[in-house]
């Protein structure tokens, strides 16, 4: 059975930083993609960013320059370095791990598991 711990939320000043980290368990390697995504209130959930077991990296617009996804796969760990948070980035964090496809010209993560999310407040 697949289970994924984030950890590493928080509330921060707008160009201020944070990790997440995201542990796996019941995934091996961690699996063929994993990812984080957020959602905001009232917004629908959108991928940040994800790695697939190719080595292929995917960073959304919104978090290219700022964000680093970062992944230990023998420790079954992921993680998201950010800097330069901005209010807008004010969401819940969310570590998921499922299946790769192409969309080209990128590797992309359709997520099959999540795990409870993390919260991250960015005040201006």
């Known amino acids: 059975q697949v289970h994924l711990v984030e950890s590493g939320g928080g509330s921060v000043q707008s160009g201020g930083s944070l990790t997440l980290s995201c542990e796996a368990f019941?995934?091996?390697?961690?699996?063929?993609?994993m990812g984080w995504f957020r959602q905001a209130p009232g917004e629908q959930r959108e991928v940040v960013a994800t790695l697939t077991s190719r080595g292929s990296r995917y960073i959304s617009d919104s978090a290219e320059g700022r964000f680093t996804i970062s992944q230990d796969t023998a420790k079954n760990m992921l993680w998201l370095q950010m800097n330069g948070l901005q209010p807008e980035d004010t969401a819940t964090y969310y570590c998921?791990?499922?299946?790769?496809?192409?969309?080209?010209?990128?590797?992309?993560?359709?997520?099959?598991?999540w795990g409870q999310g993390t919260q991250v407040t960015v005040s201006s």
């Open positions: 998921a791990a499922g299946e790769s496809y192409m969309d080209r010209p990128y590797w992309r993560c359709e997520p099959k598991y």
């Open positions: 019941g995934i091996t390697g961690g699996g063929d993609c």
